[in-house]
């Protein structure tokens, strides 16, 4: 059950539960998208309900950010502990890894993508990439053509939020082999260190 702050949609699963249940999903042939949630991204949801309505339509809202996690305890909801967009990345990766499902890297700075993905191979020997391309691609179809073709299962798309997002949801469709979408903003930078 997903519990509501502010009419925003957030997920009480933890990274295992949310693995578990993208498993399930990945079984059954459905795309899922994570989005993380912070307080800065409720407050714009109030603003603008087109955010609020992005937010919501995602498969898995989770809890980035302490902000939530202190909203829950005055609330006295259920969602006790961060799952934070970074984390969530890294679970998905060995996630990927154990289960052979092939990984698309999309956004960030050639030098920061490159980079992540060297080491993301470094200690993940088997994980197979299918691809990546910097954040500043400016030819949208060919890019999504590119993914498409790349047989990738899961995909990052770090260009900061909310245009991830924005990007997601314009292209899900184009891109039915993709089963798991997550917007990472800034984790790139964080895998390239
Ligand atoms: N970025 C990108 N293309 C753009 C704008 C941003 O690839 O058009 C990348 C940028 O290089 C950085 C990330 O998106 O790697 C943005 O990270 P940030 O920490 O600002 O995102 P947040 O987590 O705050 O949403």
Same mark, same amino acid.
Do not use: C
């Given at each position: 059950?997903?519990?509501?702050? @502010?009419?925003?949609?957030?997920?009480?699963?933890? /990274?295992?539960?949310?693995?578990?249940?993208?498993?399930?999903?990945?079984?059954?042939?459905?795309?899922?998208?994570?989005?993380?949630?912070? &307080?800065?991204?409720?407050?714009?949801?109030?603003?603008?309900?087109?955010?609020?309505?992005?937010?919501?339509?995602?498969?898995?809202?989770?809890?980035?950010?302490?902000?939530? @996690?202190?909203?829950?305890?005055?609330?006295?909801? *259920?969602?006790?502990?961060?799952?934070?967009?970074?984390?969530?990345?890294?679970?998905? @990766?060995?996630?990927?890894?154990?289960?052979? =499902?092939?990984? /698309?890297? /999309?956004?960030?700075?050639?030098?920061?993508?490159?980079?992540?993905?060297?080491?993301?191979?470094?200690? =993940? &020997?088997?994980?197979?990439?299918?691809?990546?391309?910097?954040?500043?691609?400016?030819?949208?179809?060919?890019?999504?053509?590119?993914? =498409?073709?790349?047989?990738?299962?899961?995909?990052?798309?770090? @260009?900061?939020? &909310?245009?991830?997002?924005?990007?997601?949801?314009?292209?899900?469709?184009?891109? &039915?082999?993709?089963?798991?979408?997550?917007?990472? *903003?800034?984790?790139?930078?964080?895998?390239?260190?």
């Amino acid at each position: 059950m997903k519990e509501k702050y @502010l009419g925003v949609d957030v997920s009480p699963l933890s /990274y295992e539960g949310i693995i578990n249940d993208l498993r399930v999903r990945i079984g059954a042939g459905k795309q899922s998208t994570i989005i993380a949630v912070n &307080p800065e991204k409720v407050m714009s949801a109030q603003r603008d309900p087109n955010v609020k309505e992005l937010i919501n339509a995602s498969t898995y809202q989770i809890a980035d950010g302490v902000g939530i @996690l202190l909203a829950a305890k005055i609330k006295g909801g *259920g969602i006790t502990s961060r799952v934070t967009g970074v984390d969530m990345m890294a679970r998905l @990766l060995k996630f990927a890894e154990s289960d052979g =499902h092939s990984v /698309y890297f /999309y956004g960030a700075k050639e030098e920061v993508v490159t980079k992540a993905i060297a080491n993301i191979q470094a200690q =993940h &020997p088997n994980i197979r990439v299918a691809g990546y391309t910097n954040g500043y691609e400016k030819d949208e179809a060919a890019l999504v053509s590119r993914i =498409h073709q790349s047989g990738a299962k899961i995909l990052f798309v770090a @260009l900061g939020s &909310p245009k991830q997002e924005l990007w997601i949801r314009r292209n899900l469709k184009s891109l &039915p082999n993709v089963q798991v979408f997550q917007g990472v *903003g800034g984790s790139f930078d964080v895998f390239s260190g």
